[in-house]
T-cell receptor, first 110, second 111 residues
Framework: GEDVEQSLFLSVREGDSSVINCTYT??????LYWYKQEPGAGLQLLTY?????DMKQDQRLTVLLNKKDKHLSLRIADTQTGDSAIYFC??????????FGKGTTLSVSS | DTAVSQTPKYLVTQMGNDKSIKCEQN?????MYWYKQDSKKFLKIMFS???????INETVPNRFSPKSPDKAHLNLHINSLELGDSAVYFC??????????FGPGTRLTVL
């Protein structure tokens, strides 16, 4: 079946790098996504990676994909207090629906 | 110029009532979704429509009935509301298999 796992909490200091990890089970997933949810808000697509890529960089965000181990990570460089949010990893399941992890709450202290 | 909009944003109602949540997208997408986010922030797909046809219907009580009058709208009607239905309901849309855009959510509280 389809399943996505993430650690639930991460705490970092402002200016440090944050790395959020995710594992997924469906090896046929073609796209993997990272969404951000700020308190009381909706889901914002941060970035995504196609399964034939190993890495994707977008400004402070770096996504690494290890397809063999079904492991995805999101690195946020120079983490700011405004990055405090819940980060969801998701894979695209059958029939286009997203299968989400439980979310990682990132707490950034100054 | 909201891409995916939902109404209402907040809904507080009594157990046993029937309520509807509306969703509209102005992106010209052909696929729309309803997701439920529970109190632990876990998100799960409920329904998906493609060109007004139901393509995903997960294990959801039949008290929940989606309706898509046209490609730009997907409404969710809930009968006989129960305490456990309290959650945030998110609508989303995509063009086929491309990335999904989410609405702001509807926070439903059943008393």
């Amino acid at each position: 079946g389809e399943d996505v796992e993430q650690s639930l909490f991460l705490s970092v200091r402002e200016g440090d790098s944050s790395v959020i990890n995710c594992t997924y089970t469906d090896s046929s997933s073609t796209y993997l996504y990272w969404y951000k949810q700020e308190p009381g808000a909706g889901l914002q697509l941060l970035t995504y990676i196609f399964s034939n890529m190993d890495m994707k960089q977008d400004q402070r965000l770096t996504v690494l994909l290890n397809k063999k181990d079904k492991h995805l990570s999101l690195r946020i460089a120079d983490t700011q207090t405004g990055d405090s949010a819940i980060y969801f990893c998701a894979e695209r399941g059958k029939k286009t629906a997203l299968i989400f992890g439980k979310g990682t709450t990132l707490s950034v202290s100054s | 110029d909201t891409a995916v909009s939902q109404t209402p944003k907040y809904l507080v109602t009594q157990m046993g009532n029937d309520k509807s949540i509306k969703c509209e997208q102005n992106l010209g997408h052909d696929t729309m979704y309803w997701y439920k986010q529970d109190s632990k922030k876990f998100l799960k797909i409920m329904f998906s429509y493609n060109n007004k046809e139901l393509i995903i219907n997960e294990t959801v009580p039949n008290r929940f009935s989606p309706k898509s009058p046209d490609k730009a709208h997907l409404n969710l009607h809930i009968n006989s509301l129960e305490l456990g239905d309290s959650a945030v309901y998110f609508c989303a849309s995509s063009q086929a298999y491309n990335e999904q855009f989410f609405g702001p959510g509807t926070r439903l509280t059943v008393l």
